[in-house]
């Protein structure tokens, strides 16, 4: 395995690259993959695994003695909040359970804050001149989205290992009243993996900010998706908030979508009591209650807190060894080549490749035309700008593990033939 | 039985029939009953008939080859599509099958043209003046609540035995541009029972609007939902605004909630595939697809469009007596004495109690103090002004036969006693 970095090669021998991953690729697109990593989606063993939900629940009344068939109970099913606010470290009376989407509780936040305002506003969002969200990139295409469609402009920092660059929204917020809001996904960040630090969660909560009603959308949707022995632990976001005297700033959203059913789990909020009433609220105005048969179904299914925790832990053994395949590909590969890095998250859904810049969407481009589709080039920016075209999110869970060893070797192939592509260009230019 | 109208009687007589009410209704009280017939809910007999949803589906892959355990599939079960659509009459691709609750729909509806207007909008509505909505009243409580929430302005028309009073109606939007649409409870309205005949449907779907994004909000929440063997079919308002050349007037709400699961039913939306499409384009930016679980199984467990037809006679069966009930009571009690009106439905969960002019918030006082909860009165009308304070909504599917009846006898007291009570005031006032 040839692994001098592109930089150091004579211009022979770049041209000899060029031409031998040229073939390479020629072969690739010989063999008619079709191929997908686009979206973090559990693949159909993780689903098998919530099978037994199909024979649930057992009971129609729960144990607090709730005919779950019915109408009512806006706030979710008792049991099924106490199971997960012990998970997520909060109280129940600050959970609401709700239907099968947190991204929909997202975007009716984000809503009542823009019809309505927040529980600390001067006026409804709608009515300010602007209002701007800082984003940490790369972040979640969705994310995006969502501001973009309710006309929130965006700002971005950049995600560290730690988190957000703590000191760089300290800096933007502290003077402009019209950032009223920011993301974070604390616990194996979309698409990096990063983990929100203690620190950096304290300095997030307690930052004096110009808006009064500032928000962080503190997004705990891998609160519980370790990949290794090791588990993180999320920041106990509302209690350090709490504690900094500004109780109402997070708004946590976690579901399990990516525990039992994507399409099938439930929703969660967490917040200061407050925030949790104003949001039930406007929900009423729209909902007689969320689908508490789901509730208990869930319920019943895990038992305990640490059925769920067991749980996670046979997701974990079905989906490592397809992030290890990644790493291992990308290693024999590319490793030495100067040509990109990624991480080896310790949970989450995605591997966060970034190439040489300038080549992202061509390395797109190059496997889409081979048979394998990545998420575009992008994405994980607001308004799908990556400025420097260098970032490539992965997603391995969907795929069996052949695969995803077929996907990255097609992926390694088209990051070297851009790389030598945009080196060749360099020396022909020069 | 004494079935003189109070009106007809003497002063003597008038006195002794408050004394004899006084002496009844005290006798009332001391029973110490505690009995509800403030919401439209199911009983649990009627939420039983579904229990065979509780250990489906029996498969995790739809017909049409979907997983329906993962994400995606916005439009909800392309199989439980066409089913309802054939009830519904719609086209499976006017048809959009979502979470549970069709409240929901109307609210995203209502908040996405406030947001960003509609296909037909030259602006977001919440840029316009004034909005103003339609209500045929009396109406459903929910409804009017929604539009408040919004900053939506009502104005009412009386809800006939025909539907909405359709000139009335045209005549309000001919040629004023604030009112932006209407709601239509078209088949066994909530809660006068009225069915709107194709005359009406016809009427409201051609007529000339000053908006041209003038909207009616027809919620058929109870299409299927017959109290007798001679069903009333919902005219065909999709097509009947096509024709007319409104084809994105008519937004269609409907759900199982009162089928199989109050709260854990399947909603649907139909319209213009314009209209879906715009729909879903907002839905999309906040969701990635329903719970397509609970899709599967509804189509498991009726099979069958016919199925759900079958499935409704159960239901009638459980319901039937005890509207008979509630007619028997107020006809043996109330019957020729000139103190109320009330329809008998022949479908939905409601029965429409007209009373002395003056006296229904004193009978729902009453009814209460005597521990029987009615909805409050006014709940049928725009911010809650029944300006004749005439109109007692009552519920009666949940509660067995047996507190039917005992409800009722209480009401009847409560009516009477007001009414007598309002008519000695009148006597003592001479």
């Known amino acids: ?44 063993q993780q689903l098998d695994l919530s099978d037994r939900l199909l024979q649930l629940p057992s009971t ?32 129940p009376e600050q959970l609401v359970a709700g239907g099968s989407s947190s991204l929909t509780m997202m975007r009716e936040c984000l809503v009542d804050l823009v019809l309505f305002g927040g529980v600390d506003s001067e006026r409804p969002w709608g009515q300010e001149e602007k209002v701007r969200f800082v984003c940490p990139v790369p972040g979640y295409d969705r994310h995006f989205t969502l501001l973009e469609s309710l006309g929130i402009e965006m700002l971005t920092v950049p995600m560290d290992d730690d988190g957000p660059d703590a000191e760089a929204v300290a800096a933007l917020v502290a003077d402009d009243p019209t950032i009223k809001g920011m993301w974070v996904v604390p616990t194996y960040a979309n698409p990096t993996g990063a983990v929100v630090t203690q620190e950096v969660a304290a300095r997030l909560t307690s930052m004096p900010t110009a808006a009064p009603d500032f928000k962080i959308f503190w997004d705990n949707a891998y609160a519980l998706h370790h990949l290794t022995e090791d588990e993180a632990k999320s920041a106990d976001v509302l209690t350090l908030a709490s504690a900094a005297g500004h109780p109402h700033r997070p708004i946590m959203f976690a579901s399990t ?6 399409g099938a789990g439930v929703a969660f909020l967490a917040a200061s009591t407050d925030n949790v009433a104003w949001y039930l609220r406007h929900l009423g105005n729209g909902s007689i209650g969320p689908d508490k048969v789901n509730h208990l179904r869930h319920v019943e299914f895990f ?55 300038g080549t992202a969407s061509r390395v797109v481009e ?27 999110r992965l997603a391995p869970t969907m795929p069996p ?12 192939t088209c990051v070297l033939l851009a790389a030598a592509e945009k080196a060749s260009q360099g020396t022909q230019d020069a």
Chains 1, 2 share one sequence.
Do not use: C
Request: no cysteine.
């Open 1 to 44: 395995m040839n692994a001098t970095p592109l930089a150091d090669l004579s211009a022979d021998d770049l041209a000899a690259l060029l031409h031998e991953q040229q073939a390479a690729y020629e072969e690739l697109k010989a063999k008619g993959l079709s191929l997908d990593l686009t979206r973090g989606k559990p693949s159909a």
């Open 60 to 91: 129609t009344r729960s144990a607090s003695g709730v005919d779950v068939r019915n109408y009512g109970g806006l706030e979710g099913l008792k049991e099924l909040r106490e199971m997960f606010a012990e998970l997520l470290w909060v109280e």
């Open 257 to 262: 979508s990516k525990i039992t059913y994507a």
């Open 303 to 357: 038992g305990t807190p640490q059925g769920v925790r067991d749980h996670m832990v046979k997701h974990r053994e079905i989906i490592a060894p397809k992030f290890a395949e990644v790493d291992r590909v990308l290693t024999e590969r590319l490793g030495g080549r100067g040509v990109a890095t990624w991480n080896t998250p310790a949970g989450g859904y995605f591997v966060n490749l970034d190439v040489v810049p």
């Open 366 to 392: 190059l496997a889409r035309e081979a048979g394998v589709a990545l998420t575009p080039a992008g994405s994980s920016f607001p308004y799908k700008q990556d400025p420097d075209d260098t970032n490539i």
């Open 401 to 412: 593990v052949a695969e995803v060893t077929g996907a990255m070797e097609a992926v390694a």
